[in-house]
């Protein structure tokens, strides 16, 4: 399939060479005619290559810088809620509770994954989701429990600052194709 960088760059070409050839532009050296689509493809894998050549951070950075910014937005709640002394252990266990698992979670090889009959992989997958739903409901349970310790204003906050906690939806584009942000709105 050809990148929407590269249709733009032969359209181009194909533009240039058109025009080119009708006398449109000032007649240039035969020499130089071919060099100049050359170029332009030439420039056209340059601006590719550095994202061929990108490469992951390494995951052990990656959680540290996770759990730094995790750190500064929790930070940034309690001082937004205005906890009360009776309040710090409900936040103490919510915060704990919450807590993402520690290091970088076990990853299978495609390759290796690739290997498994279709009912294995099933299986994996559904353990996997198990999981998932298990860790969810401890963070759903955590936060309910300390929501109820909340005073009305207070919860007004914890609501507003955690609308977009939950916001996974958006990490790879959300319905409207864009990062963050909310979703447009729809005529019913």
Request: charged share 25%; hydrophobic share 40%.
């Given at each position: 399939?050809?990148?929407?960088?590269?249709?733009?760059?032969?359209?181009?070409?194909?533009?240039?060479?058109?025009?080119?050839?009708?006398?449109?532009?000032?007649?240039?050296?035969?020499?130089?005619a071919p060099a100049a689509p050359a170029a332009a493809v030439a420039q056209a894998d340059g601006a590719a290559a550095p994202k061929a050549q990108?490469?992951?951070?390494?995951?052990?950075?990656?959680?540290?810088?996770?759990?730094?910014?995790?750190?500064?937005?929790?930070?940034?709640?309690k001082d937004k809620l205005k906890l009360t002394s009776a309040q710090e252990g409900a936040w103490s266990t919510f915060t704990t509770a919450t807590q993402p698992p520690a290091g970088p979670r076990p990853r299978m090889d495609r390759a290796e994954f690739a290997k498994l009959t279709t009912p294995e992989r099933l299986e994996r997958m559904q353990t996997r989701q198990a999981e998932r739903s298990a860790m969810f409901a401890k963070r759903a349970d955590a936060t309910k429990t300390f929501y109820a310790t909340l005073s009305p204003d207070q919860q007004k906050t914890f609501d507003t600052e955690t609308a977009h906690f939950g916001g996974h939806r958006w990490h790879r584009g959300g319905p409207d194709g864009h990062h963050g942000g909310p979703a447009p709105a729809t005529k019913s």
């Amino acid at each position: 399939m050809i990148s929407l960088r590269q249709r733009i760059v032969w359209a181009s070409l194909l533009g240039s060479a058109a025009l080119a050839s009708s006398g449109a532009f000032a007649q240039a050296p035969a020499a130089s005619a071919p060099a100049a689509p050359a170029a332009a493809v030439a420039q056209a894998d340059g601006a590719a290559a550095p994202k061929a050549q990108h490469k992951r951070a390494d995951p052990a950075q990656r959680m540290a810088r996770m759990q730094e910014h995790r750190a500064k937005r929790m930070a940034a709640l309690k001082d937004k809620l205005k906890l009360t002394s009776a309040q710090e252990g409900a936040w103490s266990t919510f915060t704990t509770a919450t807590q993402p698992p520690a290091g970088p979670r076990p990853r299978m090889d495609r390759a290796e994954f690739a290997k498994l009959t279709t009912p294995e992989r099933l299986e994996r997958m559904q353990t996997r989701q198990a999981e998932r739903s298990a860790m969810f409901a401890k963070r759903a349970d955590a936060t309910k429990t300390f929501y109820a310790t909340l005073s009305p204003d207070q919860q007004k906050t914890f609501d507003t600052e955690t609308a977009h906690f939950g916001g996974h939806r958006w990490h790879r584009g959300g319905p409207d194709g864009h990062h963050g942000g909310p979703a447009p709105a729809t005529k019913s």
